[in-house]
């Protein structure tokens, strides 16, 4: 199983950015049966989870994020989607996914004006 994630980038404060993580070597019904979590690492910080995506359909956000970003998901394409908006300075990081035990990359998002 790999995880790519992307679509990080820089926005000026209030901007938008969608990130996208894609789970590649999980068959369908295994994808669908597990949840796929964001989590962030600022400069200087320890990681913090953002979001969670349940199997479900159910999503959960740290207090931080929620009425701002917004977890989805496409099954055909084992991709899930994490919509950021009116972001802010204290959104900068670098951006991870998780499925099961397995991480993306990181994206970077900056945050600044």
């Known amino acids: 199983v790999q995880l790519q994630a992307s679509g990080g980038g820089s926005v000026q404060p209030g901007g938008s950015l969608r990130l996208s993580c894609k789970v590649s070597?999980?068959?369908?019904?295994?994808?669908?049966?597990?949840?796929v979590a964001w989590y962030r690492q600022a400069p200087g910080k320890q990681r913090e989870w953002v979001a969670r995506?349940?199997?479900?359909?159910?999503?959960s956000y740290v207090d931080s994020v929620k009425g701002r970003f917004a977890l989805s998901r496409d099954n055909t394409r084992r991709t899930v989607y994490l919509q950021m908006n009116s972001l802010k300075p204290d959104d900068t990081a670098v951006y991870y996914c998780n499925f099961q035990d397995y991480w993306g990359q990181g994206t970077l998002v900056t945050v600044s004006s």
């Open positions: 995506l349940l199997s479900t359909g159910g999503t």
């Open positions: 070597g999980s068959i369908l019904s295994v994808f669908t049966a597990n949840s």
